[in-house]
């Protein structure tokens, strides 16, 4: 996880490499896994396989999507 810790979330409070955060593909910016509104169940630690635009890059809702992993 680059810059990590320069990172502002919506919370305000940097980055944590320790806890699950997202990052917003358009802002660039990451968020902790608390904060972002339209989970339906907790990340596994280091699972970073989503694609997040945030609440204030989209106009007030974040749009999270799963990427489907094929092995």
């Known amino acids: 996880m680059k810059d990590v ?3 502002i979330c919506y ?8 806890k699950n955060m997202l ?3 358009k802002c660039k ?3 902790h896994e608390e904060c972002v509104k339209c989970f339906d169940v907790p990340m596994l630690l280091g699972d ?7 609440s204030v890059c989209n106009s ?4 999270l999507a799963r990427i489907e992993l094929k092995w």
């Open 29 to 31: 910016r990451w968020l």
């Open 23 to 25: 990052y917003c593909l």
């Open 11 to 18: 919370c305000g409070l940097p980055g944590d490499q320790k």
């Open 48 to 54: 970073r396989f989503y694609i997040l635009v945030c």
């Open 5 to 7: 810790n320069k990172a």
């Open 60 to 63: 007030g809702s974040e749009c």
